[in-house]
């Protein structure tokens, strides 16, 4: 019997998160990528043997994921959708093709832009950083992430794109703090 409370308190998760995903589907995801943003940074600080954890980049992490994480991907997703209807292998490998060429560029840069500035750095900080990191990122995405995202174009319901989305950003939020970290440590020693 007490194994069964876990998997009740589990189950009520799963079904309140989806009535609310249907009911609220931007402030649902919103919320949902604010936080998941902020435990991959987090996650990667403690990996990393962080002795103080950078409260700014969490933070610029979780408003990023609240404003940004969840809205962009949940209106690209919903128009891909009416736009594409159908999911035929031409139109799957179509959708894939514009998540992969269009909206990742996109979004790659606007992640690496907007955490840069929720971090506190000038638009010339900014500017800097993209261009040392931009390509080695956005090249790495694809090379890296490009077959599950083929698995979430294919397979994963619409409704729960974003959240596959966003599980997938926990681990690349750990990889974009790691080359923002180690971009920062490399201006910081050439500075002095």
């Known amino acids: 019997m007490a194994l069964s409370k876990p998997a009740e308190f589990l189950q009520g998760l799963v079904?309140?998160?989806?009535?609310?995903?249907?009911?609220?589907?931007?402030?649902?995801?919103?919320?949902?990528?604010?936080?998941?943003?902020?435990?991959?940074?987090?996650?990667?600080?403690?990996?990393?043997g962080a002795k103080m954890i950078d409260q700014d980049s969490v933070v610029a992490?979780?408003?990023?994921?609240?404003?940004?994480?969840?809205?962009?991907?949940?209106f690209f997703y919903e128009s891909l959708e009416s736009t594409f209807p159908e999911n035929s292998s031409k139109m799957v490998f179509l959708k894939f093709g514009i998540e992969r060429l269009l909206f990742t560029p996109f979004y790659q840069f606007l992640s690496l832009y907007v955490l840069s500035r929720f971090e506190g750095k000038s638009h010339e900080d900014t500017m800097k950083?993209?261009?040392?990191?931009?390509?080695?990122?956005?090249?790495?995405?694809?090379?890296?992430?490009?077959?599950?995202?083929?698995?979430?174009?294919?397979?994963?319901?619409?409704?729960?794109?974003?959240?596959?989305?966003?599980?997938?950003?926990?681990?690349?939020?750990?990889?974009i703090t790691y080359k923002k970290r180690t971009d920062d440590f490399r201006r910081a020693n050439i500075v002095k």
């Open 15 to 48: 079904l309140t998160y989806l009535e609310r995903l249907n009911s609220r589907p931007i402030r649902t995801k919103s919320i949902t990528s604010c936080i998941i943003a902020s435990l991959g940074n987090i996650t990667l600080q403690n990996i990393a």
């Open 61 to 74: 992490f979780g408003l990023f994921g609240l404003l940004f994480g969840g809205p962009v991907p949940h």
């Open 129 to 175: 950083q993209i261009y040392a990191i931009y390509w080695p990122i956005l090249k790495a995405n694809w090379q890296i992430v490009s077959l599950i995202q083929f698995f979430n174009v294919k397979f994963v319901p619409p409704m729960l794109r974003v959240l596959f989305h966003n599980m997938v950003g926990f681990f690349w939020a750990m990889f």
